[in-house]
């Protein structure tokens, strides 16, 4: 059964550089800045169908497309790098020219006079970012709660509480605050009506006794 190449009816004329939807609804690009946004329209615009890995972002030629900071420049390339949108081939300097950069969800067809490999070149790098979780700021949450020791320090194990010693049952202290020798006066024993004396000697009577025990 023979194929039948149709042409998209909204196709567009001209060169351009192909930016595929899964990249643009990607964690990678949608949390990018709107300078690294823009910084990589300027990559693409460079990209001609077989130069993937020999784009630059020197700074004369972005001076003429309205980038007159160097700075600004500077650190949407590296959010760029970071985020696995762009990966740089080759190291630039003053007799070698800038900096060459490749956009990793196109292949790279040349690989001659480019510092990366084929088997360096990760196509698709832009996608790690869509495995990492997002990192909420909880620092020294775990510590707290996996903590051997409370989060104020070890517990001192006393042996008493600071204040002194517990008042024990019945109202009794169990160590007098002034020492453990103090004599506390016995309630009054019930006398008995009649006690036994010498022989010869009872019925003494109970008031006399009460009276010598006072």
């Not at 104020?152 to 007098?176: D, F, Q, Y």
Request: proline share 6%.
């Amino acid at each position: 059964m023979a194929k039948h190449n149709r042409k998209p009816v909204e196709s567009v004329t001209g060169s351009y550089t192909p930016l595929v939807h899964v990249v643009l609804d990607s964690v990678a690009l949608m949390g990018a800045s709107h300078t690294a946004r823009s910084l990589l329209l300027e990559l693409m615009r460079q990209h001609t169908g077989s130069n993937n890995g020999r784009l630059h972002l020197a700074q004369g030629w972005l001076r003429k497309r309205g980038w007159k900071s160097g700075d600004t420049i500077q650190r949407a390339k590296v959010e760029l790098l970071k985020r696995g949108l762009i990966v740089q081939t080759r190291q630039g300097g003053l007799n070698t020219g800038p900096c060459l950069f490749a956009l990793t969800w196109l292949p790279i067809a040349n690989f001659v006079g480019l510092e990366l490999r084929p088997s360096e070149y990760h196509k698709g790098a832009w996608h790690f970012m869509d495995k990492m979780p997002s990192v909420k700021n909880c620092e020294g949450s775990s510590v707290s709660r996996t903590g051997a020791d409370p989060s104020g320090g070890l517990v001192e194990n006393r042996a008493s509480p600071s204040h002194g010693s517990k008042t024990a049952l019945m109202g009794i202290a169990a160590s007098p605050s002034d020492g453990n020798n103090e004599c506390l006066p016995l309630p009054p024993r019930k006398a008995s009506a009649a006690v036994v004396g010498r022989k010869g000697a009872s019925g003494i009577k109970r008031q006399a006794i009460a009276e010598t025990l006072q």
